[in-house]
């Protein structure tokens, strides 16, 4: 998985927005990236089992429900940026406003994917059970 930003990201989702067929996409990506990957331990061009068997890129650069290709981080210098995370995972109950995603994980798998799907689940119970939608234990 490669994170990328700025220029870099403007320019990889506008190429691959430009291909029509799967195929190009893909070996557009694989082609992009391989000055990356061919650099891990134990890479060899000539062996099958080093090929990507697929490349793909999100699109949420132009998502505008998806911030846009954003994501969180913390700049060098924060003090105390644990505080920060538990705000945002509170949300603003009264309002409506719920977080979920990597940047409010539990602090164990804080920005990834799995802590994502986790922070995801817990707001989804908390919202159940503000407008009194829990299932009974064990059905």
Known sequence: MFYIYGDESHYITSKVRSFAAKGEKE???CSFFKPYYSRLPSYNDGK???????CFA?????????????YCNFQRGLEEGDRDILVMRDGVKDKGIWFAGEHTAPF????????????GED???RIAREYGRVRAEGA
């Open 27 to 29: 070996e557009f990506l």
């Open 123 to 125: 707001v989804a119970k």
């Open 48 to 54: 099958p089992d080093c090929k990507p068997t697929a």
């Open 108 to 119: 164990v798998a804080l920005g990834t994917v799995t802590g994502a799907y986790w922070s």
């Open 58 to 70: 999100t699109d949420w650069l132009n998502d505008d429900l998806a911030g846009n290709g954003s």
